[in-house]
């Protein structure tokens, strides 16, 4: 090692990091400990990572950069100035763990005050998000009113994004669409792959076929190095490097360091099993902490003495940490679904004893029962005197505009949503979205608010949930539901869970919109399909589904204000349907989530319904009454989760019998979850068995006999009512 190599490295935080990386073993060591006494319930261990880890920290800020880590980073936390009993607070589990307070496994860190974003354990899937975090600090950096209205919000003009992964890792395709998103707008991204040469049992060479570091060297704009993770200064030289460079603006840097792994993947694995004596007694030379220990040596900072005395040193804070952190109390189980989700405070429903006492609380003015009104009326708001009706895609495009007139927070992305290219954009009439709900947004905001993405659904939500951490609004769209599935990772596994598994210090405020739905002749299977009873199955992810026009504005509104991801399903058939036509609502209507609307009132059945289906319903409603058969309540939920359990309650105890009617498939759509509720709670109500209108249980078909027989039709709702 050179002068030059060990010129950037004091004395005082070369027997600091020795320190460090000693008690970061020893917290591996702790853990298995006492994984072995059932105190410690997983362990994954940091251990040969160390070095880099440390040497890195040196160089990051923090509290003003932000960072997307991994389950190895545990040297990374404690040089960012985590303690070793917080970091053993999660291993036990417990309620004073500030990172989730008992949620999560240990090593999944998340500390809002430094910037740590709560970690998930799926790998790879922390990169997209990164990303979205970093564009949305260039993006705050432009827009400096925001900071103005909303002081949380700030950006830092160099700051750095850190995201770290395992070789192993990179194998995952949103590492490669980050890359691809990190390279065409040049952000300050810094990733670091830390190779050990495993990915549990799985060799590297069974993974790639090539080092990442040569894999990637056709995205233009990244600067990449490989280097030497166990060797301290070197990773001190080249780090320091890397961040000057990403902070004066020079795009993103890849680091691919080679480190060891001298402990198993986790407690639940035996490397014995797989790799060979020779090849575990060959990692021991190139351990970090031995190799630190050297350089202390070798600098002439510690004798062989003291380096013993600071080992020995981090072996007691190890231990007065361990007995701290099994001292603490345990998570409260009452405790368990706090953080689910946040909803807003929404105006208080007036009710008959608002009326007794001659006053109430601000009510909602979306009235649930509207006695009286025609199938396809306008329920709600009073529109303006003398204003025209608008189709549903209209009023959403209205509502967007004037949402982002409102809030320079959002911004709205995805595929084809933008109206041109931006030199060409006074030229052309432009795009604005296949269905034009966002025709007019870029010529209106410009290109940093309103722009096309990667075709890649996984990219898009991704970066939006990147975005919502930093305390924008995105609304991104992905362009047809029945594409959804690829951004299933970042809808389920990052966005709905990060309330929950960071115990309330993170959130996603994302609206996600998504057409949705068939009747749409030569739709198939890949533009027809309806499955919001999949997404009512995520806890933590909030799903709405309009079926007109007013509706679809108040919901919009109200989605803008939740903290929590919006899942916002627009029905294409609904689109430009004359019934589904409303006035425009006046500023400040909104529809709250949870919160259904009886269409049309009855006696007899009450029919819950949702979405296109609704209509359908009316018109089934209409013809039977007319016939002399029972006389159906219509209930449009409006939101799938939450849903109007009340309003059903009310219903079901006035006519006795249920109906519900929905276009996704019948087993294990979410009619399913209603009609298992109704059977607990309004069991005595009954004096018929519940039936359900649904698709049969098969994909759209292209040919319009097919489809006509797949998606329920108004017959089918006709049929189901006359059998009451």
Same mark, same amino acid.
């Given at each position: 090692?050179?002068?030059?190599?060990?010129?950037?490295?004091?004395?005082?935080?070369?027997?600091?990091?020795?320190?460090?990386?000693?008690?970061?073993?020893?917290?591996?060591?702790?853990?298995?400990?006492?994984?072995?006494?059932?105190?410690?319930?997983?362990?994954?261990?940091?251990?040969?990572?160390?070095?880099?880890?440390?040497?890195?920290?040196?160089?990051?800020?923090?509290?003003?950069?932000?960072?997307?880590?991994?389950?190895?980073?545990?040297?990374?936390?404690?040089?960012?100035?985590?303690?070793?009993?917080?970091?053993?607070?999660?291993?036990?589990?417990?309620?004073?763990?500030?990172?989730?307070?008992?949620?999560?496994?240990?090593?999944?860190?998340?500390?809002?005050?430094?910037?740590?974003?709560?970690?998930?354990?799926?790998?790879?899937?922390?990169?997209?998000?990164?990303?979205?975090?970093?564009?949305?600090?260039?993006?705050?950096?432009?827009?400096?009113?925001?900071?103005?209205?909303?002081?949380?919000?700030?950006?830092?003009?160099?700051?750095?994004?850190?995201?770290?992964?395992?070789? %192993?890792?990179?194998?995952?395709?949103?590492?490669?669409?980050?890359?691809?998103?990190?390279?065409?707008?040049?952000?300050?991204?810094?990733?670091?792959?830390?190779?050990? %040469?495993?990915?549990?049992?799985?060799?590297?060479?069974?993974?790639?076929?090539?080092?990442?570091?040569?894999?990637?060297?056709?995205?233009?704009?990244?600067?990449?190095?490989?280097?030497?993770?166990?060797?301290?200064?070197?990773?001190?030289?080249?780090?320091?490097?890397?961040?000057?460079?990403?902070?004066?603006?020079?795009?993103?840097?890849?680091?691919?360091?080679?480190?060891?792994?001298?402990?198993?993947?986790?407690?639940?694995?035996?490397?014995?099993?797989?790799?060979?004596?020779?090849?575990?007694?060959?990692?021991?030379?190139?351990?970090?902490?031995?190799?630190?220990?050297?350089?202390?040596?070798?600098?002439?900072?510690?004798?062989?003495?003291?380096?013993?005395?600071?080992?020995?040193?981090?072996?007691?804070?190890?231990?007065?940490?361990?007995?701290?952190?099994?001292?603490?109390?345990?998570?409260?189980?009452?405790?368990?679904?706090?953080?689910?989700?946040?909803?807003?405070?929404?105006?208080?429903?007036?009710?008959?004893?608002?009326?007794?006492?001659?006053?109430?609380?601000?009510?909602?003015?979306?009235?649930?029962?509207?006695?009286?009104?025609?199938?396809?009326?306008?329920?709600?708001?009073?529109?303006?005197?003398?204003?025209?009706?608008?189709?549903?895609?209209?009023?959403?495009?209205?509502?967007?505009?004037?949402?982002?007139?409102?809030?320079?927070?959002?911004?709205?992305?995805?595929?084809? $949503?933008?109206?041109?290219?931006?030199?060409?954009?006074?030229?052309?009439?432009?795009?604005?979205?296949?269905?034009?709900?966002?025709?007019?947004?870029?010529?209106?905001?410009?290109?940093?608010?309103?722009?096309?993405?990667?075709?890649?659904?996984?990219?898009?939500? %991704?970066?939006?949930? %990147?975005?919502?951490?930093?305390?924008?609004?995105?609304?991104?769209?992905?362009?047809?539901?029945?594409?959804?599935?690829?951004?299933?990772?970042?809808?389920?596994?990052?966005?709905?869970?990060?309330?929950?598994?960071?115990?309330?210090?993170?959130?996603?405020?994302?609206?996600?919109?998504?057409?949705?739905?068939?009747?749409?002749?030569?739709?198939?299977?890949?533009?027809?399909?309806?499955?919001?009873?999949?997404?009512?199955?995520?806890?933590?992810?909030? $799903?709405?589904?309009?079926?007109?026009?007013?509706?679809?504005?108040?919901?919009?509104?109200?989605?803008?204000?939740?903290?929590?991801?919006?899942?916002?399903?627009?029905?294409?058939?609904?689109?430009?349907?004359?019934?589904?036509?409303?006035?425009?609502?006046?500023?400040?209507?909104?529809?709250?989530?949870?919160?259904?609307?009886?269409?049309?009132?009855?006696?007899?059945?009450?029919?819950?319904?949702?979405?296109?289906?609704?209509?359908?319903?009316?018109?089934?409603?209409?013809?039977?009454?007319?016939?002399?058969?029972?006389?159906?309540?219509?209930?449009?939920?409006?939101?799938?989760?939450?849903?109007?359990?009340?309003?059903?309650?009310?219903?079901?105890?006035?006519?006795?019998?249920?109906?519900?009617?929905?276009?996704?498939?019948?087993?294990?759509?979410?009619?399913?979850?209603?009609?298992?509720?109704?059977?607990?709670?309004?069991?005595?109500?009954?004096?018929?068995?519940?039936?359900?209108?649904?698709?049969?249980?098969?994909?759209?078909?292209?040919?319009?006999?097919?489809?006509?027989?797949?998606?329920?039709?108004?017959?089918?709702?006709?049929?189901?009512?006359?059998?009451?």
């Amino acid at each position: 090692m050179s002068t030059d190599d060990t010129a950037v490295v004091t004395p005082d935080e070369m027997v600091a990091d020795l320190r460090l990386a000693a008690v970061s073993r020893g917290l591996d060591d702790k853990e298995i400990a006492l994984q072995k006494q059932s105190r410690v319930f997983f362990q994954i261990s940091g251990a040969g990572h160390e070095a880099l880890l440390l040497g890195l920290a040196r160089s990051l800020r923090p509290g003003h950069d932000w960072f997307f880590p991994y389950y190895r980073d545990r040297a990374l936390m404690l040089g960012l100035g985590i303690s070793p009993e917080t970091i053993l607070l999660q291993s036990v589990g417990a309620a004073t763990d500030p990172a989730s307070g008992g949620r999560q496994m240990p090593c999944h860190w998340g500390f809002p005050d430094r910037h740590v974003v709560s970690q998930s354990s799926a790998t790879g899937s922390q990169c997209l998000p990164a990303i979205g975090c970093a564009e949305a600090g260039r993006y705050l950096l432009a827009h400096p009113e925001i900071g103005g209205d909303h002081a949380s919000v700030s950006a830092q003009p160099d700051e750095v994004t850190y995201v770290s992964l395992g070789e %192993g890792s990179t194998s995952q395709g949103e590492f490669w669409e980050s890359l691809n998103t990190a390279c065409r707008l040049r952000l300050p991204v810094l990733y670091v792959v830390a190779d050990n %040469g495993w990915a549990i049992s799985v060799p590297s060479r069974d993974q790639q076929p090539a080092p990442v570091v040569d894999l990637v060297r056709g995205f233009h704009g990244l600067e990449m190095t490989r280097l030497d993770g166990t060797d301290y200064a070197e990773v001190r030289e080249i780090g320091q490097k890397a961040l000057d460079y990403l902070r004066a603006g020079g795009g993103p840097v890849l680091l691919h360091a080679d480190v060891t792994r001298p402990y198993s993947h986790s407690a639940a694995d035996t490397q014995a099993k797989y790799r060979v004596p020779e090849d575990l007694e060959a990692e021991k030379a190139r351990d970090p902490i031995g190799r630190m220990a050297q350089l202390c040596v070798s600098m002439g900072v510690l004798g062989s003495t003291g380096v013993d005395a600071v080992l020995t040193e981090a072996r007691g804070i190890v231990e007065e940490a361990a007995a701290a952190a099994l001292a603490a109390p345990l998570p409260d189980p009452r405790d368990v679904t706090r953080h689910v989700v946040a909803l807003p405070e929404w105006p208080r429903r007036p009710t008959d004893a608002d009326s007794a006492v001659g006053g109430a609380a601000e009510p909602v003015e979306t009235p649930r029962r509207a006695i009286g009104s025609e199938p396809g009326e306008t329920i709600g708001a009073e529109p303006a005197e003398g204003a025209e009706p608008v189709a549903m895609a209209d009023a959403i495009r209205r509502c967007l505009h004037e949402l982002m007139a409102g809030d320079p927070r959002i911004r709205v992305f995805g595929e084809d $949503v933008a109206d041109a290219p931006d030199e060409h954009l006074e030229r052309v009439p432009g795009k604005g979205g296949v269905f034009g709900t966002t025709l007019g947004l870029q010529a209106s905001f410009g290109e940093d608010r309103c722009f096309n993405t990667p075709l890649s659904e996984s990219n898009i939500v %991704g970066r939006a949930i %990147g975005q919502a951490l930093r305390g924008l609004r995105p609304f991104p769209e992905v362009q047809f539901y029945d594409y959804i599935w690829t951004a299933m990772q970042q809808i389920k596994t990052e966005a709905a869970t990060m309330r929950w598994r960071s115990n309330g210090g993170f959130s996603v405020p994302m609206v996600l919109r998504v057409p949705i739905g068939g009747f749409l002749t030569g739709g198939a299977i890949w533009h027809s399909q309806s499955g919001e009873s999949i997404f009512a199955h995520v806890p933590g992810l909030l $799903v709405v589904m309009p079926s007109r026009a007013a509706d679809a504005v108040g919901l919009l509104r109200a989605a803008m204000r939740c903290e929590d991801p919006v899942l916002f399903l627009e029905h294409k058939h609904l689109y430009r349907q004359h019934y589904a036509r409303d006035p425009y609502p006046p500023l400040g209507w909104e529809v709250p989530f949870g919160e259904g609307v009886v269409r049309r009132p009855g006696e007899d059945v009450t029919i819950v319904t949702w979405g296109a289906m609704v209509q359908k319903s009316l018109e089934a409603a209409e013809r039977v009454e007319a016939d002399g058969g029972p006389a159906a309540e219509v209930i449009d939920l409006r939101t799938i989760i939450p849903w109007d359990r009340q309003l059903v309650a009310d219903s079901v105890g006035g006519t006795g019998r249920l109906l519900v009617v929905h276009e996704d498939i019948r087993t294990a759509g979410f009619g399913a979850e209603i009609a298992a509720w109704v059977a607990d709670e309004c069991f005595d109500d009954l004096v018929a068995p519940i039936r359900r209108v649904a698709a049969l249980d098969t994909h759209v078909g292209y040919a319009p006999v097919l489809e006509d027989v797949i998606l329920p039709q108004v017959a089918d709702v006709e049929a189901a009512l006359r059998s009451f």
